[in-house]
């Protein structure tokens, strides 16, 4: 029989920051879930990745004087690190920047231009960059991005439009015809009073003025707009309208989508309206979960600067508590689809609550009274009333887990599991094995409490492979099971009497929650430090002077005509034309542009310094350079055309 097939997808992120634990969520609930349906013995297709394009990276790069791509890649490799880091079990991390992508997208648009679905109109909007959205000024709250209430840019030039308002009744009848198509329930609400209902408007989708993306194949003026490029991946990825598109034809459509809410808008308005213009079917489903807060608002980079220390770098909690910590932290905290407040005491609480205390003690006390008494693991002996009650809450336990996981509910799963381990500890309290263990005539039911308690440890530790990657093993191997046992082995009886059952080292340290927190602040503190961006250094004022003064100072708009080195020196010669006169100058920048850079920039030159003489030539002016903190110069232009000549006032 073939095998039932999984395509689930995290978005692809922006490598525009730092990342922090909010980026983690998305990608770990999917790693989460793709493992649960490997385990049920699907074949699991899960792809993340990297959206590359776009004037959010093109403005990030420019802000440190380089290219995008030199900007992106250490930021690539550090999400990649992460994943690793988190155990995150992806088939294939997909770049917008990939050949493969940016010749799909081209063939996607090409083809919506072909058949009419395309088309050429002046554009004027309001731009977000942050968010790489479009607003009409009736959207726009108080002027701001409705979204992420920050500011937005006044944008007008001629574009290629979308027909996505052809699509607006089928994307209607698609929430009406499939409930689940998006989830959870609310997001369709917001989805169909905040946008459908008003009617859709098309969308503009190339840029002229953004052009780190990919060139449409029909005029080579315009570049896609960020958000058909991102999307695309989804099928990209699969080899949609490439040679090979097996992997298409297999996995598409996608049983899951899953993705924060900020985003849902262009997952289930967007992304299908397009899908369905290229014929192509849409989606199963597309989930919009809630988002880690801090103080209430969602975790970013703004943002974090203004709260206290909070430790939100997911590199230092894995190297601190370990991958399993920050699995379960964010699988179990956050209530599915609502927000949750992220605090690095909730953290430690949960940790300590449920791992090392639980989990931590339920295990490390049965495989210390199993040795002690018996040195291997004992026979399973006749169930009692308080017996069945555990056995039963073991054997129902992938039931609970699968039904959860339907709902795509991690936190409830979870919480299933840690109602197993509780059950355990209290059957610890009810059949005190301590107390029998001191009355050779308990010795049999002793041994059968502990093989009770070891066979519930066992299902748990298989029941929680999707969520943890470390800890379930480890549990594993210390009762002398195969680390890969899947879900066919969790009928209650599996442990062999007489097998080793090794002592574990603590799974889960518990850990001192005031000193942790006091440890973690100074952490931060430094983090915090290596993050800034240099800052040109407040340099010493020099005396003031009045207006006067300045006025005597007279500046010119030039262009430079003509650039050559001069030889043995940190100079280059530059004429400039200011208008009706042409300058010469020598300027000390021949370390920082070459004569052919410098040819055709549009420059300032103080043009009222007696001249000098320097290298045999004569320098008439000066050109306006900035000086950044490590002593690089950059010329100075104006920043619109205005005419050669023109004077700074
Ligand atoms: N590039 C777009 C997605 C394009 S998909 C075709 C994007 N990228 S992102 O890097 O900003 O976000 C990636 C994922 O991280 C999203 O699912 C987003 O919701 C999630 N999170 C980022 N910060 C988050 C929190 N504070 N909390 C939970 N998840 C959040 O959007």
Redesign the pocket.
């Known amino acids: 029989m073939e095998k039932k097939k999984y395509y689930i997808t995290?978005?692809?992120?922006?490598p525009?920051g730092h990342w922090?634990i909010?980026?983690c969520?998305?990608t770990v609930i999917c790693d989460a879930l793709a493992r649960f349906h490997k385990m049920l013995g699907e074949d699991v297709f899960f792809l993340t990745g990297t959206?590359e394009h776009g004037q959010k990276i093109e403005k990030e790069a420019a802000k440190r004087g380089i290219t995008p791509m030199q900007f992106i890649e250490p930021l690539v490799s550090q999400l990649k690190d992460m994943w690793k880091l988190l155990d995150i079990d992806y088939n294939r991390f997909i770049r917008t920047t990939d050949e493969e992508h940016t010749e799909c997208v081209k063939k996607i648009y090409q083809k919506l231009y072909d058949s009419g679905d395309i088309y050429k109109a002046e554009y004027s909007g309001y731009y977000c960059t942050p968010c790489e959205s479009m607003w009409t000024e009736a959207q726009l709250v108080d002027g701001k991005c409705p979204d992420c209430g920050r500011e937005v840019t006044l944008q007008k030039e001629e574009s290629y439009f979308f027909r996505l308002s052809k699509y607006a009744p089928a994307i209607m009848k698609l929430y009406e015809d499939n409930p689940e198509f998006l989830q959870p329930k609310s997001r369709v609400n917001e989805m169909v009073n905040n946008f459908l209902k008003a009617g859709l408007q098309d969308l503009c989708v190339s840029r002229t003025t953004v052009k780190w993306g990919v060139q449409l194949p029909f005029d080579k003026n315009h570049y896609a707009y960020v958000?058909i490029d991102?999307?695309s991946?989804?099928i990209s990825a699969l080899g949609y309208l490439s040679e090979d598109d097996s992997l298409f034809k297999k996995y598409w459509p996608a049983q899951l989508h899953?993705?924060?809410?900020?985003?849902v808008r262009?997952?289930a308005i967007i992304w299908p309206a397009l899908l369905m213009a290229l014929g192509v079917p849409v989606p199963e489903q597309v989930y919009g979960?809630?988002?880690?807060?801090i103080g209430g608002d969602?975790?970013?980079k703004s943002k974090t600067d203004a709260v206290k220390y909070e430790l939100t770098d997911p590199y230092e909690l894995v190297k601190r508590y370990g991958t399993d910590a920050v699995r379960y932290f964010l699988l179990r905290e956050i209530p599915f689809g609502s927000d949750g407040e992220y605090t690095n005491e909730r953290f430690l609480n949960r940790i300590n609550a449920d791992l090392s205390n639980d989990l931590g003690n339920l295990v490390s006390r049965t495989a210390a009274m199993i040795n002690q008494n018996f040195g291997c693991l004992p026979a399973r002996g006749k169930a009692e009333g308080v017996d069945c009650e555990l056995i039963a809450a073991a054997e129902g336990l992938f039931s609970k887990v699968k039904e959860a996981l339907e709902r795509l509910n991690a936190p409830d799963a979870l919480a299933e599991i840690f109602a197993v381990v509780s059950r355990a500890n209290k059957y610890i309290d009810e059949t005190t094995p301590w107390i029998l263990a001191k009355n050779e005539s308990k010795k049999e039911r002793l041994g059968a409490v502990l093989y009770n308690l070891a066979e519930t440890i066992r299902i748990c530790a298989i029941m929680l492979k999707p969520f943890l990657t470390k800890a379930p093993a480890l549990i594993l191997k210390s009762l002398s099971c195969d680390e890969n046992a899947g879900f066919e082995s969790l009928a209650f009886g599996g442990l062999k009497a007489g097998a080793k059952v090794e002592k574990l080292p603590p799974v889960f340290p518990r850990v001192d929650i005031k000193k942790e927190l006091a440890e973690v602040e100074s952490i931060v503190k430094e983090l915090k430090k290596a993050e800034e961006i240099p800052q040109a250094q407040e340099t010493p004022s020099k005396e003031q002077i009045t207006i006067d003064d300045f006025a005597k100072v007279e500046m010119r708009v030039g262009t430079v005509i003509a650039c050559e080195a001069v030889k043995k020196s940190k100079l280059l010669h530059e004429t400039v034309s200011i208008g009706n006169r042409t300058l010469s100058i020598l300027s000390g920048i021949a370390k920082h542009y070459t004569a052919e850079e410098m040819l055709g920039k549009r420059v300032i030159v103080v043009t009222n310094l007696p001249p000098r003489e320097m290298k045999g030539i004569l320098s008439e002016g000066m050109l306006v350079c900035a000086e950044a903190p490590d002593g690089t110069l950059t010329v100075v232009s104006p920043e619109k055309n205005v005419p050669d000549g023109s004077l700074l006032s």
Request: glycine residues 10%; hydrophobic residues 35%; proline residues 3%.
């Open positions: 995290t978005p692809i992120y922006y525009s922090h909010g980026h969520y998305t959206d958000w991102a999307l991946n989804y899953m993705l924060g809410k900020e985003i262009f997952h979960h809630g988002w880690l807060l969602k975790l970013s």
